[in-house]
């Protein structure tokens, strides 16, 4: 066993290696969808109680709660299960640009440090 023997991974069989390459994005499929869902079902939520609201004078009132947007738990769950699925992707593909830019490894260019001048 040499040194560089030690710093590869061991092999693994070709389906087990298929399947680990297919399960990050997977995951981060699953987020996604998943997170999709729940931001469509949360919308549909009819009336949410959202506790105490003080009087306000109706002179007063005009236009105080225009802008007012009330999200559900489930859509703030789903919003984070959206954002961690894309993250999960984005990594994802990013390993995989980087994986098919890299140059080959040769003996005589690790050997020589890899930029390919002796050492």
Do not use: C, K
Not at 3 to 9: E, G, I, T, V, Y
């Amino acid at each position: 066993m040499t040194s560089d023997d030690s710093l590869q991974p061991p092999a693994a069989s070709g389906g087990v290696r298929r399947l680990l390459q297919l399960s990050v994005p997977l995951a981060g499929a699953v987020l996604l969808i998943a997170g999709i869902v729940l931001l469509v079902r949360g919308a549909g939520v009819g009336t949410v109680n959202f506790g105490f609201v003080g009087y306000i004078p109706v002179t007063e009132a005009d236009g105080v709660f225009d802008g007012l947007v009330l999200v559900s738990r489930s859509m703030q769950v789903g919003a984070l299960l959206v954002l961690a699925g894309a993250v999960v992707l984005a990594f994802w593909v990013g390993l995989q640009a980087g994986r098919r830019h890299r140059p080959p490894v040769t003996p005589a260019s690790a050997a020589s440090g890899g930029d390919g001048q002796p050492a």
